[in-house]
Each structure stands twice: as C-alpha cells, then as structure tokens.
C-alpha cells in the first residue's frame, strides 16, 4: 500500500488566496495539509488542516518543512532554495503562481535568483514580483487539481 502524501504550506509568504484554494482542496479531498509559520494565522476547522508554528527566525519554517517531508508530499512555496531542497529530497514543489519547479528547471531559476540578488546588492533596482493576477491563480488551481488527480490515480 502507497503511503499518504502530505501538502505543505510555506505559510508565512503565500498569499491568502492561494491558500483559500488549499483549503477548499483540501476539505475536497481529505489530504492532509500542514501550514507551516512562524506566526498564528487563521486556518478552518477541518481536521486534516493545521498550523505548525515555529520560533521566529532566518529559513527555520523552511527547515522544519525539510525534516518532516516524505517522498511524494507536495509543498507549496516562492522560495527557491527550499524547492531546491524538496525536490533534492523526492518531494514536489508548486510555486504559488501555478508553476512546478523540476529537476529540470530548478537550476536555472537558483542562478537566476543569485543573479538578482547580487544586483540588487551593488544598488541595481531590480523592481518586484508582478501583482498576482487571475490567471496566476487560475493556473495555480489547475495545476493542483492535476496533482492531486494523479495522486488520487496511484492511490487506487
């Protein structure tokens, strides 16, 4: 028998709209979801939905969702080191603009990433994310069905 996977949830940078469609996901299909921050936030009672706060401070809710994933689990996060680490560990990582970070891709994007920042260091205004927009959502919605459709597929 498969083992049950988890979704986890860099909580404290998602965007309340994206974890609306969590929840509703969620409450859908009885996987369990754990929100991990560090800080209290507002979560339904559902029974397989729950806050982990951890203790403030530089990537430790980063870290804790590193030691507690399994192969399989589904964390949703920006953060492209903690992606890198997912998916270093067998897991899956969905950014909250509806994109799936890969072995493939997940290189790339960290250069990237290291790019900005070091221009951004030496004084360069890089400018910031665009303002999350419908489609983003959109396509973040679908790309969780998808997951768990085939997710639900393997179970059965």
């Keep these: 028998m498969s083992q049950e996977i988890q979704i986890w949830v860099d909580a404290d940078a998602c965007p309340g709209v994206i ?20 800080h209290p936030m507002p979560i339904p009672r559902i029974k397989w939905i729950s ?22 689990d589904l964390v949703i996060t920006g953060d492209i080191p903690l992606a890198a680490e997912i998916i270093e560990k067998g897991g899956h990582a969905l950014n909250p603009r509806g994109e799936f970070y890969s072995l493939e891709n997940i290189k790339q994007r960290l250069n990237m990433r290291d790019f900005m920042d070091t221009l951004r260091s030496s004084g360069v205004d890089t400018g910031g994310q665009a303002a999350m927009g419908q489609n983003e959502r959109r396509e ?11 997710y639900a597929a393997k179970k059965q």
């Design 140 to 150: 973040f919605a679908n790309q969780l069905d998808r997951f768990l459709q085939k």
């Design 19 to 38: 974890k609306e469609i969590l929840f509703k996901a969620s409450k859908r299909t009885g996987i369990t979801m754990t929100l991990v921050a560090n």
């Design 51 to 72: 806050l982990l706060q951890v203790p403030a401070g530089f990537d430790v809710a980063d870290n804790e969702i590193v030691k507690r994933l399994n192969p399989g």
